[in-house]
């Protein structure tokens, strides 16, 4: 788990980071919970997913949309 939040907060900076971020959030908390070997990667993904949301807000306070677009 700690690895796949790490792969979806990566994407979602890219591409659906409304859909991963919040996946990436989730999936980097629970593998924490569990105690995974894989700490770093853990805080990594949560890291990103909640650099996702924050991507996010900060298109879309630029565009004035609830999306965005290069």
């Known amino acids: 788990?700690?690895?796949?939040?790490?792969?979806?907060?990566?994407?979602?900076?890219?591409?659906?980071?409304?859909?991963?971020?919040?996946?990436?959030?989730?999936?980097?908390?629970a593998a924490l919970w569990r105690g995974t070997a894989r700490r770093g990667r853990a805080f990594l993904g949560l890291g990103l997913g909640i650099a996702d949301l924050l991507v996010l807000a900060a298109f879309m306070q630029f565009d004035s949309t609830v999306s965005w677009n290069f």
């Open 1 to 29: 788990m700690a690895v796949a939040s790490f792969i979806l907060g990566l994407l979602g900076l890219l591409v659906l980071n409304v859909f991963l971020g919040p996946i990436a959030i989730a999936l980097a908390s």
